[in-house]
């Protein structure tokens, strides 16, 4: 059986949520802009384009001569730190605050638009003196804190290139990423709070530079964040207080080509080792502001905006610090962990600064769903309007209970499809415009092609399933893999001749819409029936024993694959079914019921957590090799690394089916 037969009978949603006349009313997005950007797709860019302030106006919208390099705005001139700051503040929105921060422990400040300008201009004069100029990299070791913020608009302020390394990663991963870009400064604080705690970031820089590992980087800039003592390396190590505190307020922005590059950014492939995917400037910033404009529905005057990614990751990059800094927004952003210090922190801080806008991960969804709604039940919740998902999959059971129990099912939904590579949002309903599907991220915004393709590349009807893949260059595509372009070539390029290939599988159903399946690695094999995990997951949540489940093909003689699935389940509904409930059988039936007897898993193994990087992605194959019996892999990016021996200790004490 084919790929796109075997999911075909997938997906069946048949709920569908359009949106509230007053919401239509308001709304940024139109639908005309659809019809729009068909009709002048380049046209409709520049537009786009024009709406930021470029001190020397482009004539060309896209270059594509030397394609899969693109070149947007290519004779245009920019600077993006200017257009994040300095332009608000001339604009009249130097009192609008735009950062509203945080901490962990409870202290908060705040920044307007005036006060973050001022700082980063003092920042950008702190680095220009440590000698960074147009195109040297810069990496950021930092917790979630507005110095993350301002050192990134500093570093592109100056045009050059920052690589952000999440604050989780070990030492290990700081050092390859330093010598891969060879950073020239490194920013860092003594620590962070991360679970009720102070944690130490700067041991983690020492060990990375230590006996001449990073010889590129010549001084290390120390935030002082948790007062926790630090070794001092004289030659090397300043601090940030002292450094911004000399330096003048005054720094005047200057012009980069538009393709000069902004920063570079990790993330992990089939190999080894990470790629570094290279963003540049007056395209990202396009595709950025908007979509964070028109995906959000964002009104700046009134909006409170939050997202909760952290900046070490895409996310951050384009939803935390370019997207809303470049519309004027005003923002929450906070240090710690959601359940910190205790399990409503999220909702609290929804409460106290009137969050109108919600941006978050299925994933956190889930395990809110898990501790229950009695907790989001205290506070209120009302000043939101519109909520987002990004980063996997969102089962339709957690996408309503995202509607329900935190929007007061008024909220439109936005759940957006997009990468690390992609730079910015690329499938996502348009609130307003947007009828939206439980599950489903519908549609590719104005001025973005997208396709769901058979093997050989071709579009599948609607109703079928195949490979996701993106057929025209878009304005915030990674421009290359940092120092290796032919692994961009062949890694995005090669599978399907001038087809961007996403490494998703995607399903059309009926209406066309668009429903992502995980990565194509994940799906499964079992007796040449094409299995997704996303669908088995999201069948496994949709019952009532499970809070959260995961999903692997296990290598089985009989069948080729077979279904192993590991699932938290919800103590207060088990409790509820009496102490000899099957499990197992249940469960195993369930499956059999809502998708068909093929998708029935061979095993169902009770665990109490999953293997999550800090990113919160499942490591699927983790479990894998747990289910196949065989030594656990590199946990290294783990964010618990504890939570694997749990689970293989698990498995054999015997509570398996
Ligand atoms: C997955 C995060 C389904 C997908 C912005 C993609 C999603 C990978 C969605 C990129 C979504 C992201 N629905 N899957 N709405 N958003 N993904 O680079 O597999 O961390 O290829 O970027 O996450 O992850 P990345």
Request: hydrophobic share 40%.
């Amino acid at each position: 059986m084919s790929q796109s037969d075997a999911i075909e009978n997938l997906f069946e949603e048949h709920r569908v949520f359009a949106p509230a006349d007053e919401f239509t009313a308001q709304a940024v997005a139109q639908a005309s802009i659809y019809e729009q950007a068909t009709q002048d797709r380049l046209g409709f860019w520049a537009e786009q384009a024009n709406k930021l302030h470029w001190h020397k106006p482009f004539t060309k919208t896209l270059n594509w001569s030397e394609a899969p390099f693109a070149k947007w705005f290519e004779d245009g001139e920019i600077n993006v730190a200017y257009n994040c700051l300095d332009r608000n503040v001339l604009e009249g929105r130097g009192e609008r605050v735009a950062i509203h921060f945080e901490g962990e422990p409870g202290d908060t400040q705040t920044y307007t638009y005036s006060q973050l300008t001022e700082a980063v201009k003092r920042a950008a004069n702190v680095l220009n003196g440590l000698g960074v100029t147009k195109g040297d990299r810069v990496a950021i070791y930092l917790p979630l804190i507005p110095e993350a913020i301002i050192s990134m608009l500093a570093v592109a302020r100056l045009g050059a290139i920052h690589s952000v390394v999440f604050g989780g990663f070990s030492a290990d991963s700081l050092a390859t990423r330093i010598q891969d870009a060879g950073a020239k400064l490194v920013i860092t604080a003594d620590g962070g709070y991360r679970r009720g705690k102070a944690s130490a970031l700067k041991p983690a820089v020492d060990e990375a530079l230590g006996t001449n590992n990073c010889p590129s980087v010549e001084h290390v800039l120390v935030v002082k964040r948790t007062e926790q003592p630090v070794e001092w390396f004289e030659t090397t190590d300043i601090w940030w207080h002292e450094a911004m505190a000399e330096a003048s307020p005054e720094h005047e922005a200057q012009a980069f080509e538009a393709e000069n590059p902004l920063f570079i950014l990790y993330t992990s492939g089939t190999t080894g080792k990470p790629k570094g995917i290279l963003h540049t400037t007056g395209g990202y910033l396009t595709q950025a502001a908007f979509t964070h404009r028109n995906v959000f529905d964002l009104h700046p005057e009134t909006d409170v905006y939050w997202c909760t990614a952290d900046v070490g990751w895409i996310t951050g990059h384009s939803y935390v610090v370019y997207g809303p800094l470049a519309n004027g927004a005003t923002q929450v952003i906070y240090e710690g962990t959601p359940d910190s210090p205790h399990p409503g922190r999220w909702w609290e801080i929804i409460q106290k600064y009137g969050v109108t806008i919600l941006y978050t991960a299925p994933t956190a969804i889930r395990s809110f769903m898990k501790l229950g709604r009695s907790i989001p039940d205290q506070f209120d919740l009302s000043s939101l309007r519109l909520l987002g998902s990004v980063g996997e999959p969102i089962n339709p059971e957690a996408w309503m209970w995202y509607r329900e129990v935190i929007g007061g099912n008024r909220c439109p939904i936005v759940d957006t499809w997009w990468q690390t590579e992609t730079g910015a949002i690329m499938i996502s309903p348009l609130p307003g415009v947007t009828h939206a599907k439980p599950g489903s991220a519908q549609v590719p915004i104005p001025g973005i092609s997208a396709r769901v393709v058979d093997e050989h590349g071709h579009e599948v009807d609607n109703n079928h399933g195949g490979y996701l893949t993106l057929t025209e260059p878009w304005p915030s595509m990674l421009r290359g893999i940092w120092g290796d372009p032919e692994r961009f070539v062949d890694t995005y390029w090669s599978r399907f001749e001038g087809q961007y290939f996403a490494g998703d599988g995607a399903k059309k159903d009926a209406d066309g819409d668009i429903w992502l399946l995980g990565r194509v690695d994940d799906v499964m094999n079992v007796s040449g029936h094409r299995l997704s995990t996303t669908e088995l997951e999201s069948a496994l949540v949709a019952h009532p024993w499970v809070a959260e489940a995961a999903v692997v093909g296990a290598r089985d003689e009989v069948t080729g694959q077979a279904i192993v699935a590991f699932v938290i389940l919800r103590q207060d509904q088990l409790e509820a079914a009496g102490a000899d409930a099957d499990v197992s059988r249940v469960l195993r039936e369930h499956v059999a019921r809502e998708i068909g007897p093929i998708a029935k898993p061979r095993q169902i193994l009770v665990v109490s957590e999953l293997p999550k990087t800090r990113s919160g992605k499942i490591m699927r194959r983790l479990l894998r090799d747990v289910a196949e019996d065989r030594p656990i892999g590199d946990v290294t990016t783990l964010a618990d690394s504890g939570v694997m021996g749990a689970i293989a200790g698990k498995l054999s004490t015997g509570a398996q089916d």
